[in-house]
């Protein structure tokens, strides 16, 4: 039986190096469930189960993802890992109703994605969800003031320009904002994703390997970035990467292999502190 993060037990903890968080991993080995804890703890922000895609593949079809259970905390920084062809990106579009399952259920804030028509879905997004891609996804032939506003404008913000303003002020680019994403290093364009991807203020933030097309100075500055924002704002962050480095930023790592979560690991440092974010 599969552990999810809404009942996982105790664990042995692994002595190997080289995963994220080094010799504080959980790993598959259990022991006995501790006792149930009396705080109350607010429902998951995204929540899923048996989530399950399947692709036709000439004859045959071929599983994506293959019954995940997850439960992803309010305002946590969740790191989904494993190797190309495991099923990250895909779990990623499904947990934010980018694409549909073949089985399963998805929660996101307090709403089941089962149902919902393609411009509920949309207009769930467009107030709830913010989205940070490796290839920054910037319109062209708009600058980047325009492309932070555009969110703003979509929810009908009274306060568009203004808040677009000091989206780019916080992201280091007030005065690169009438330049035009052909205009901006690598690094700059990111920037601009990031602040369009708070413009809305989302409770939950999808990033796809935001660092994969920059260098690693440039990758760590957006990393910086990306983790403050979403905690002054208490975003909820699921992060796709390949990077163990970066994992070790998060709360949790979730390891995928083959379409099924192979482990979880938690940061020691998350005890303390999301415990106290998500209190009461």
């Given at each position: 039986m599969r552990e999810t993060s809404e009942h996982r037990p105790l664990a042995k903890l692994s002595t190997s190096a080289d995963e994220p968080f080094g010799d504080r991993a959980i790993t598959a080995r259990s022991q006995p469930l501790a006792e149930p804890s009396l705080t109350h703890r607010p429902a998951p922000i995204v929540r899923c189960r048996g989530l399950t895609k399947r692709l036709p593949s000439g004859d045959?079809?071929?599983?994506?993802?293959?019954?995940?259970?997850?439960?992803?905390?309010?305002g946590?920084?969740?790191?989904?890992l494993g190797p190309s062809g495991s099923g990250k990106s895909t779990l990623?579009?499904?947990?934010?109703?980018?694409?549909?399952?073949?089985?399963?259920?998805?929660?996101?804030?307090?709403?089941?994605?089962?149902?919902?028509?393609?411009?509920?879905?949309a207009q769930l997004r467009r107030g709830r969800v913010g989205f940070v891609f490796q290839t920054f996804q910037l319109l062209a032939n708009q600058t980047a003031r325009e492309n932070v506003l555009l969110p703003l404008e979509l929810v009908g913000r009274s306060d568009a320009r203004q808040r677009a303003d000091r989206l780019l002020e916080q992201v280091g680019l007030g005065a690169r904002g009438h330049h035009y994403p052909a205009q901006l290093s690598g690094?700059?364009?990111?920037?601009?994703?990031?602040?369009?991807?708070f413009a809305a203020a989302p409770s939950v933030l999808f990033a796809d390997e935001p660092t994969g097309n920059l260098d690693t100075a440039t990758g760590r500055a957006i990393l910086d970035l990306l983790d403050d924002l979403r905690r002054d704002a208490?975003?909820?962050?699921?992060?796709?990467?390949?990077?163990a480095a970066l994992a070790r930023r998060a709360d949790r790592a979730v390891h995928l292999r083959d379409g099924r979560i192979e482990r979880i690991e938690t940061s020691p440092a998350e005890s303390a502190e999301h415990r106290a974010a998500t209190a009461g």
């Open positions: 045959r079809l071929l599983t994506i993802l293959d019954d995940v259970d997850l439960d992803i905390e309010r946590e920084m969740c790191a989904v990623l579009a499904l947990l934010a109703g980018l694409d549909r399952p073949t089985e399963g259920s998805v929660e996101l804030d307090g709403t089941d994605l089962r149902g919902l028509s393609e411009d509920r879905l690094g700059e364009q990111q920037r601009v994703a990031i602040a369009r991807a208490g975003t909820t962050m699921i992060l796709v990467t390949h990077d």
